[in-house]
């Protein structure tokens, strides 16, 4: 059994528990359809991320400083110094990758750190028990859900981000694997900051290229990469600007329509019906969920959902959002309820014939919540996704026992 420290410490009339790090917990429990899991309770990171790291064969997790090899999550192996911080402070870990990236057969780890730092890879030595090597990525990633992912389609990840006031993406631009990427931009310079919030990528248009999408507007791919050509920028309001966005067809009807968290830091989730008429493409809005209960069918609210996922979390052929509330993104007393319940949640996607679109909500947990960013992939070999988020909690792992 692990050994916790309990400190109470009392905060503008709240107390919280702080606990020592360890291995997973004997706390763990079952909550509905899903077996949590609690890595560590030691604040280390917001983002986490799930891959082979020993070339098992089995899914591993990621959760800060730490990789924990699967099926069973009780052995972890530092990867870099690992550095606790204060839950009243932010860690230096917000976006988690992994990849293959010199290409010699090992996974490699790909981290974000806070907003508008630097991104670095750290190189999977094998066998070898030592602390990996790192090596920069890029100086500066702007925005607070830069994204990892197979933007140009050649089978490698790429980071998707702003610089300087510049969208584009940073891919290897050298046979060397050791330099820094080359970073393309798509838009003209706007006066986006490092903070800027709400970021993804999907197909808009349905020409089997991905576009990027921002909380003002998407900019469309031309198909065309390696070169710093604007792309072309339709502006559209997607909100305030929340966390990972995506394109997916939600209502069934072959257009791709758009979901996002509406405000990091405050309240909302929705997606945006795609409509075309006369040749151009608009955008009508649908509340899933917003401030007060009477905004979801169902009562559900909670605030500061500061990461979205999209996953077929019950194999339906559809797919689901997941999402929570960030623990203390600005403290006890920073935001809408900071001192909440810190709620894990998936909805439901069901659609019917007509294109009536529902989204019915399923708590997953209320003591853990997410930070940054929330991984899914199937950890058990059971063809479910399964979940890891990291955050001021710890990091967590949620089996997926939907079958």
Not at 244 to 262: E, P
């Amino acid at each position: 059994m692990n050994k916790f420290l309990y400190i109470g410490i009392s905060i503008a009339a709240f107390s919280i528990l702080l606990f020592l790090p360890g291995t997973p917990s004997d706390d763990d429990s079952r909550y509905g359809n899903f077996e949590k899991i609690r890595l560590t309770s030691t604040f280390y990171a917001e983002g986490g991320a799930i891959g082979d790291l020993n070339g098992n064969g089995n899914a591993d997790v990621v959760c800060g400083p730490y990789w924990y090899e699967g099926p069973d999550f009780d052995k972890r192996n530092a990867y870099y110094e690992p550095v606790a911080f204060d839950p009243l402070e932010y860690s230096d870990h917000f976006i988690t990758a992994v990849d293959d990236v010199n290409n010699n057969g090992r996974n490699d780890i790909m981290v974000v750190g806070f907003p508008g730092q630097e991104a670095y890879w750290y190189e999977n030595p094998g066998n070898d028990n030592r602390y990996w090597e790192r090596h920069l990525i890029f100086p500066q990633v702007d925005n607070e859900s830069p994204t990892f992912a197979d933007l140009t389609g050649n089978g490698n990840l790429e980071l998707i981000f702003h610089t300087d006031g510049y969208l584009g993406y940073a891919a290897p631009g050298s046979s060397n694997p050791s330099d820094v990427w080359s970073f393309y931009r798509v838009s003209e310079q706007g006066n986006w900051g490092r903070y800027n919030h709400g970021l993804g990528l999907g197909d808009i248009t349905g020409n089997g290229h991905k576009d990027i999408l921002m909380s003002d507007g998407w900019w469309e791919n031309p198909g065309e990469y390696g070169d710093s050509s604007p792309w072309l920028h339709h502006p559209v309001d997607f909100g305030p600007g929340g966390a990972q966005m995506y394109a997916y067809d939600i209502d069934g009807d072959g257009l791709n329509d758009v979901v996002t968290t509406l405000e990091a830091h405050g309240w909302g989730l929705a997606w945006y019906r795609q409509i075309r008429a006369n040749n151009e493409i608009h955008f009508e809005k649908h509340i899933i969920m917003g401030e007060t209960h009477d905004d979801n069918p169902y009562g559900v609210r909670f605030s500061q959902p500061h990461a979205l996922a999209l996953a077929d979390l019950d194999n339906s052929g559809v797919k689901d959002l997941v999402t929570g509330k960030r623990f203390w993104a600005h403290g006890p007393d920073g935001d809408p309820e900071p001192n909440a319940p810190a709620v894990v949640y998936w909805f439901k996607l069901d659609r019917d014939s007509a294109g009536m679109v529902d989204f019915i909500p399923h708590q997953i947990d209320d003591d853990s919540g997410v930070g940054t960013q929330i991984a899914t992939g199937d950890l058990t070999g059971n063809g479910y996704p399964d979940i890891v988020t990291c955050n001021k909690k710890g990091g967590f792992v949620f089996l997926n026992h939907l079958q």
